[in-house]
């Protein structure tokens, strides 16, 4: 005789590019360590009731959401595929560093022309980040990384925002820009006014923009995100043991 979860369901597993169908009951949870070992503490365990690919990701949204004023020190989420924009979105709202993989199915998109004198800048958001077009003299064109000099936080009473501190390279001389990223701002977000001529302007849910998708705060191809996200994985050691706790299959 074989016990059976009632819970049990069928779900999605192994990310969304490979993505198989599994049986079973799909759990959550939320961990932290620091460097040293026999340090891992378990925050937080949830049921995931749905069986879509998407279900984790908005359990994981409330599971954060809740721990947010919690654990001391606690600066952002390390996640895997499961997140999109619209989670990021939320947790960077709340002043959270999101570090995850970009997906394969967001592709480069015109962001802004800039023409600050002699010179013009095609941006473009590319792997995370704002790249720059340049032409090539066979009539082809390239999305040259823009580097970022800082990750600028700016909490508000309400939500926080983020900016990537720009360093353009130009033959007249290189120029400071200012790129607001991790957040899709809507119609009554106070930043979608102009300080500098006191108008609106246009939100990105207005414009059909969603920025989460397209700018994140720590891109991929960055160091910083080559040194965070390895935790990820870290985090396997801890499905191992509930599986061998357990007696079954995940």
């Known amino acids: 005789m074989r016990r059976v ?6 779900y999605y597993e192994n990310g969304e590019q490979e993505k198989r169908v599994a049986r079973g009951t799909k759990w959550f949870f939320v961990s932290g360590r620091d460097d040293g070992y026999w340090r891992r503490v378990i925050l937080c365990f949830r049921h995931v009731a749905g069986g879509e690919y998407e279900d984790e990701a908005a359990v994981a949204v409330r599971a954060f959401t809740g721990l947010r004023p919690e654990p001391p020190g606690c600066m952002g989420v390390v996640y895997d595929g499961a997140f ?4 990021r979105d939320a947790l960077a709202r709340l002043g959270l560093l999101v570090i995850n993989k970009q997906h394969g199915s967001v592709k ?4 802004e022309l800039l023409r600050p004198g002699r010179c013009r800048h095609d941006l473009w958001c590319d792997q995370g980040r704002i790249a720059e077009r340049i032409l090539l003299d066979d009539g082809t064109s390239v999305l040259a990384p823009v580097p970022v000099t800082r990750l600028e936080h700016r ?42 001529t006191g108008k609106r302007r246009p939100s990105d849910i207005e ?37 061998r706790a357990c007696g079954t299959t995940a």
């Open 207 to 243: 414009r059909g923009f969603h920025r989460a998708e397209y700018l994140q705060q720590i891109p991929e191809a960055t160091l910083a995100h080559q040194l965070v996200y390895p935790h990820r994985s870290d985090a396997e050691s801890v499905h191992n043991q509930l599986i």
């Open 5 to 10: 979860d009632p819970a049990a369901r069928l």
């Open 84 to 87: 999109h924009g619209v989670h």
């Open 108 to 111: 480069p998109r015109a962001y």
């Open 155 to 196: 909490e508000g009473r309400d939500k926080s925002r983020w900016y990537h501190l720009l360093r353009i390279p130009c033959r007249h001389g290189d120029h400071a820009h200012r790129v607001q990223v991790g957040i899709t701002t809507a119609p009554d977000d106070r930043g979608v006014w102009d300080a500098s």
